[in-house]
């Protein structure tokens, strides 16, 4: 048996990309929708729209329109989740915020009126959440009831990023700015970059900047950057996605780099539609919301392995695993409200149960032989654990 183990586990992380087939995840939405930009928050996933905002709780099995309060042709262009609380930007009617899980939505545009209505991005640090505007840096402290002009004023800023205590803002024409203050002052870092930067991403201590000239990265806090676009088409990266130290980048496509952008690699297979707004990564699955053809959604577990997907498993354990009849798991603390999930090497979901507490029994039932993942899962936190069924 240990040996027919290893033959699994070498063949689970050996999968190539040729076998990461992306599907289609409509169900519930209109023919053709556009998808701008998505959320996670636990098991929710929060996507905006040329007509508002969906919703989805079950890894895009389906998907509910989430617009009270938010009625009418709102273009949806950037979603944050603070804590508790989901900003929603729109190109025709300010800023929403939802303090009830997208049940309901009400205008927050206090500070921003005129001009600075014209928000391009959002980033988070702490009880902060900072607005990338056609005039600046804009935050608030007080969950949007008021919002302050805090720098780059008269600059077109585009993409933000939080990168610890510190926050990068790309602009239109003037490159890269970084704030160690909280916005207070900002400094230009832009040695070895060109270009109008449209999107940052941020894994470990590595920054990706995405210009119109290509892919650039950072180590040293922006001090100098170099180019990291090797297997990429030109044309310029929209949107990023993290998991772990593997970048996924959306230009004409999806493509995906393991080595910190050293070379990239398509991951297209399936993808009927390469027009690619936005990315997000949720459970073990990667998501693109597309220009014309709704969202789609990707095995992570098949293009990285099982050994690579990156998730908060310190506080899990599961014994005795391999799992012969049925085997204990356990976590290092209570959760209330979660759900337990089992998902086979291709990211197909076999089992999901409701689960509250830090212990529970799990049965192989009619589970194959084979190495599978446990995903625990609630609004505050997640664990990922392999499990191998003898």
Do not use: C, H
């Not at 805090?150 to 585009?158: D, P």
């Not at 032989?369 to 191998?388: D, F, M, P, T, W």
């Amino acid at each position: 048996m240990k040996r027919l183990i290893l033959i699994l586990l070498t063949f689970t992380s050996s999968i190539s990309f040729t076998n990461a087939q992306w599907i289609a995840v409509n169900n519930g939405l209109p023919d053709s929708t556009t998808v701008t930009s998505f959320a996670v928050s636990g098991t929710s996933i929060f996507a905006g729209t040329f007509n508002g905002i969906i919703l989805s709780t079950d890894s895009g099995a389906n998907w509910t329109v989430d617009t009270n309060g938010l009625k009418g042709n709102y273009w949806v262009n950037s979603l944050v989740i603070s804590r508790t609380n989901i900003f929603a930007n729109t190109a025709n009617g300010g800023v929403f915020l939802s303090t009830d899980n997208g049940l309901s939505w009400q205008i927050d545009t206090l500070g921003l009126k005129g001009n600075y209505i014209n928000i391009n991005s959002f980033a988070v640090i702490g009880t902060n959440v900072f607005a990338g505007t056609s005039d600046g840096v804009f935050v608030t402290a007080d969950t949007g009831a008021n919002w302050t002009p805090v720098g780059l004023t008269g600059k077109s800023v585009e993409p933000l990023a939080a990168y610890g205590t510190n926050i990068f803002a790309g602009t239109f024409s003037n490159g890269i700015y970084l704030s160690t203050d909280s916005g207070q002052s900002w400094t230009p870092r832009n040695n070895g970059l060109t270009g109008t930067v449209f999107e940052f991403a941020v894994s470990g201590i590595n920054i990706f900047a995405a210009s119109n000239n290509g892919v650039y990265l950072s180590n040293d806090t922006g001090a100098s950057w170099t180019p990291r676009y090797n297997g990429l088409p030109s044309g310029g990266v929209v949107a990023f996605a993290v998991s772990g130290t593997n970048i996924f980048a959306a230009e004409q496509g999806v493509y995906l780099s393991k080595n910190n952008g050293g070379i990239w690699t398509a991951i297209n297979n399936g993808l009927t539609d390469s027009a690619v707004n936005t990315l997000a990564v949720s459970g073990t699955n990667i998501f693109a919301g597309t220009y014309n053809g709704g969202v789609w959604k990707l095995s992570l577990s098949v293009i990285l392995g099982v050994e690579n997907i990156t998730s908060n498993n310190d506080g899990i354990s599961i014994f005795p695993n391999p799992l012969t009849s049925s085997s204990i798991l356990k976590l290092n603390t209570e959760v209330k409200n979660a759900e337990v999930v089992i998902y086979d090497m291709l990211g197909k979901e076999m089992t999901r149960k409701s689960f509250t507490g830090n212990s529970m029994r799990i049965e192989k039932g009619n589970l194959e032989s084979g190495v599978y993942l446990i995903r625990v899962e609630n609004a505050e936190r997640q664990y990922i654990q392999k499990i191998i069924i003898e």
